[in-house]
């Protein structure tokens, strides 16, 4: 289920809330209650999309629940050897089913390319949420086996942990440690409720007001041959793009940490205006903050980290930024994409070092961007021919500079554009800030609803359909 | 020291009013959610929505098979934006929303001036266009000393230029009018592009809300095709009679905008003509090559033929000996009227729809003319020539 439909938001989400505030806070006041109807929910919302998978993931939750404990119990009875084996286990048996089910036929593709072969690839549908929940997984069972937490034993609080809706899909990747003590300790709040709301209408606004509207122009875009593209049409589309991956995966977080405060959670924060960043490492430090975290904790700092000799350092860093490209998309583009970033991370870190400072401020953003937007193409091309081409579309080499498709795209899509880069940045935050507070808090009342209002007609227009049988 | 802790005071009060509004807010959204989903399910579900021209998804039936496959969730999810509440309005309210911001674009209908509604032009595909005019060079070759023409009319977009969004990319009809033109050496070929481009008021040509052309348009064409034929359509006088004003069509259908209405006119000789019209596959006779119970319906553009069959042949009663079979699309429907003085009988054919033998229909019916008339859109898109009559 996605939370821009009309059945998580009409029958979904008000029947979990009912249950959940009802015979949870309200009648019974008891925590194992809650978590049994958070769980059901969460075992509903997953299986409306993926049916069959849902025993896959509840495989998943049964065997890393046991192999917690078994590590527990090898490390309590001090036979540290067997601990470590089961650790072993754990971590391939939770690689080997993402590896299955996401690369297996990436690498039947490659094998079949360079080796000539004929192994018939698997074509499996890849389970939903599947890369996130299973970093979730690693987080604790590494982080058990490290003691850094204690064993969950309750397998309903770790079922919740894995499983829990607001985040199961599209993240934030939550390690267990930081939900640990929320699992049985959270409160709930009206404050938090409230919060949680409008942050989630937030969320929803961005996704199906910026993020599926520039969407439509890119992919558009992209459906016209490549070699037709004028510089300002692909820039347009790319700008487009750009903007739309940031409102489309922010706003899911948004909604995601909105709704885990609505029901007393609390997430870590996923984003923080990733355009506003003036380089490469800072742009790292502001997207998609809980992957880039996850790696730098269980994979950058295992392997050494920074603290070891600047070659084995370069290595470290290709071998994170090759595996975060990996872990977006079984294809070549993905891994050209994160080796990318890898690369220019290496450049700012030991050749521009300080000397970055001495750039103006502005120039660094806009450079920065720039990168970025590069970044997208390879991110979103169909394979890495396609990006190439897009890329030289981008700079005159397919079809010149300018054209009247161009001018007509970017004029009829202008305004969304600039409302997009406007709400990318804080600066409406300290255009707030010189008004009257009071008035401002005020607004909100209007503004909220106002908001979730427009998202429900674009949701609802979305699946307008007319059917054209006197379409001759 | 005091005016720090008066600040303090202040900002406390201030946060605890803002929460206290967003508490607010909150409730607000909530009750929105609760009234949307109540009302929803309250609300008599709606079986027929008309701007959409289509049966709204109904309540879906539980079963084993539909969970575990995920159809009962997909129709859910169908049922459940189908039946929302206000869904016309909220369709409305978007088409709304896309101009003011400056959108001229909604579900591949480009939103012109002047209440104009334009389809996107097709693109030229060179493996499917070299297909269909090869069919047609067999077709003609095939069938000895028929006389062979092509009339392809141009679409809103070639002719209404000036009404279209500004900048707005269309493709160059009369280019590839003249490349279809080239490519049919034993076919004579009618120029349409000229003669409807010399019509002083083009906006009379097309409708705003359907990607149909007009009578008046079609009329027009209809003078080119009849010298070309070497008939004389000045000898019958022809009259012209609106029969709908309250037209909404594809154009407006599929953008969800409704805000103008087109008339249909209808133009036929002065002097009536005994017809009888036989749709051949359909089994049925009628007298009349109009269906005046499709101006109660949605498509009222069907009024004409009642829409399109596979096979229609119409006995005029003309004397004539010349037998006339047209392959056509739906452009052809409102200029056929125009034409039955001059043929003992015109065939229709709709190749889209057509399964039979065209060589067989040829000799049955004696054929001594053969024209392919069909708008720019639809000829370039049309895969059946090259499917059924190759």
């Given amino acids: 289920m996605v939370f821009s439909s009309s059945t998580f938001l009409m029958a979904f989400l008000p029947l979990t809330l009912l249950l959940y505030y009802g015979v949870g806070v309200a009648l019974t006041k008891n925590v194992t209650v809650k978590n049994c109807i958070l769980l059901c929910a969460s075992l509903v919302f997953y299986a409306w999309g993926e049916p069959v998978y849902i025993l896959l993931m509840l495989l998943s939750i049964l065997f890393n629940f046991a192999a917690g404990r078994v590590i527990d119990d090898a490390r309590d009875s001090g036979r540290d050897k067997a601990a470590t084996a089961q650790f072993v286990l754990a971590v391939f048996f939770n690689l080997g089913v993402l590896g299955f089910f996401k690369y297996a036929d990436f690498l039947v593709d490659n094998v079949n390319g360079i080796f000539g072969a004929h192994i018939p690839p698997l074509e499996l549908p890849l389970p939903i949420g599947i890369s996130f929940y299973t970093f979730q997984i690693l987080s604790y069972i590494i982080d058990l086996y490290t003691g850094k937490i204690r064993v969950q034993k309750n397998l309903l609080s770790f079922a919740l942990y894995i499983s829990l809706f607001p985040q199961l899909i599209a993240g934030p990747i939550v390690k267990y440690r930081d939900i640990e003590e929320q699992l049985v300790g959270r409160k709930e709040s009206w404050s938090k409720y409230s919060y949680g709301m409008t942050r989630f209408v937030v969320g929803l606004a961005k996704k199906l007001m910026l993020a599926n509207t520039l969407g439509a122009v890119y992919s558009g875009i992209q459906a016209t041959d490549v070699g037709t593209l004028s510089a300002l049409t692909a820039w347009t589309g790319i700008a487009c793009y750009t903007l739309q991956i940031y409102f489309d995966f922010s706003g899911y977080s948004d909604m995601a940490i909105g709704l885990g405060s609505m029901f007393g959670f609390r997430f870590n924060e996923n984003f923080n205006y990733p355009y506003i960043a003036t380089s490469i490492t800072d742009f790292w430090r502001r997207w998609h903050i809980s992957l880039s975290s996850w790696f730098r904790d269980y994979v950058y700092i295992p392997l050494g980290g920074n603290r070891r000799k600047t070659p084995r350092v370069i290595f470290n860093l290709l071998v994170v930024w090759l595996l975060t490209g990996l872990w977006h998309g079984a294809a070549w583009n993905f891994v050209l994409w994160g080796v990318f970033y890898g690369v220019l991370l290496i450049f700012e870190k030991y050749v521009l070092g300080d000397r970055l400072e001495r750039i103006p401020s502005p120039v660094r953003h806009l450079l920065t961007m720039l990168l970025v937007m590069c970044g997208w193409v390879l991110f979103s091309a169909p394979d890495l021919t396609g990006a190439l081409l897009y890329l030289k579309a981008m700079f005159g080499g397919a079809a010149g500079w300018t054209d009247g498709n161009g001018a007509y795209l970017l004029s009829t899509n202008l305004a969304v554009l600039l409302v997009g880069a406007f709400c990318a940045t804080p600066v409406y935050r300290r255009i707030l ?17 106002l908001l979730f209002a427009l998202c429900v007609v674009f949701m609802v227009s979305e699946t307008y359909n007319p059917f054209l049988y006197f379409r001759f | 020291m005091a005016d720090k802790t008066r600040q303090k005071q202040n900002t406390k009060t201030l946060r605890r009013e803002d929460r206290l509004w967003v508490f607010r807010a909150a409730l607000i959204v909530t009750l929105m959610v609760v009234l949307l989903s109540v009302g929803s399910l309250i609300a008599k579900d709606r079986e027929y929505s ?42 409305r309210t978007r088409a709304g929303v896309d101009r003011f911001v400056g959108k001229r674009e909604v579900n591949g209908v480009y939103v012109g001036k002047d209440h104009f509604l334009f389809e996107k032009p097709s693109t030229w595909d060179d493996a499917r266009m070299t297909r269909t005019l090869n069919t047609i060079n067999l077709v003609t070759a095939k069938s ?19 009404y279209l969004p500004t900048g707005a990319p269309v493709t160059n009809q009369t280019q590839q009018i003249s490349a279809i033109y080239k490519n049919l050496p034993h076919v004579q070929c009618v120029d349409l592009v000229t003669p409807l481009k010399a019509v002083k008021d083009p906006t009379t040509l097309y409708y705003r809300t359907d990607h149909h052309w007009t009578a008046a348009a079609a009329e027009v064409a209809f003078r080119e095709i009849a010298a070309a034929m070497g008939l004389v359509p000045d000898a019958v006088a022809y009259q012209t009679m609106p029969v709908t004003n309250s037209f909404r069509g594809t154009m407006a259908s599929s953008s969800g905008i409704f805000k103008a209405s087109d008339t249909i006119s209808i133009t036929v000789p002065e002097k009536e003509q005994t017809l009888v019209v036989t749709y051949v596959n359909e089994d049925k006779k009628t007298s009349t090559l109009f269906d005046a119970s499709k101006l109660k319906e949605k498509s009222q553009y069907d009024v004409f033929f009642g829409g399109n069959f596979a096979e229609v042949r119409i006995d005029t009663g003309a004397e004539s000996d010349r037998v006339l079979l047209v392959m056509k699309d739906s452009y052809a429907n409102c200029a056929i009227p125009m034409m039955t003085p001059f043929f003992k009988t015109i065939v229709l054919v709709d190749p889209r729809y057509y399964n039979d033998n065209l060589p067989d229909t040829i000799a049955k019916e004696g054929v001594t003319d053969l024209l392919w008339f069909y708008n720019v859109n639809t000829f370039l898109n049309d895969t059946s020539i090259g499917d059924k009559l190759g």
Avoid at chain 2, 144 to 158: C, F, K, L, Q, V
């Fill in chain 1, 433 to 449: 800030d010189r008004f009257d507070q009071k008035w401002v808090s005020r607004a909100k009342v209007v503004a909220y609803p």
């Fill in chain 2, 144 to 162: 000895g000393d028929i006389r062979s023409y092509m009339a392809i009319a141009p679409n809103a977009t070639e002719l209404l230029k000036d």
């Fill in chain 2, 50 to 91: 008309a701007n959409e021209n289509r049966y709204l998804t109904g309540r879906p039936a539980l079963s084993l098979s539909s969970l575990t496959s995920g159809k009962f969730m997909e129709d859910a999810e169908a049922y459940l934006s189908d039946q929302f509440l206000g869904r016309d309005l909220l369709v």
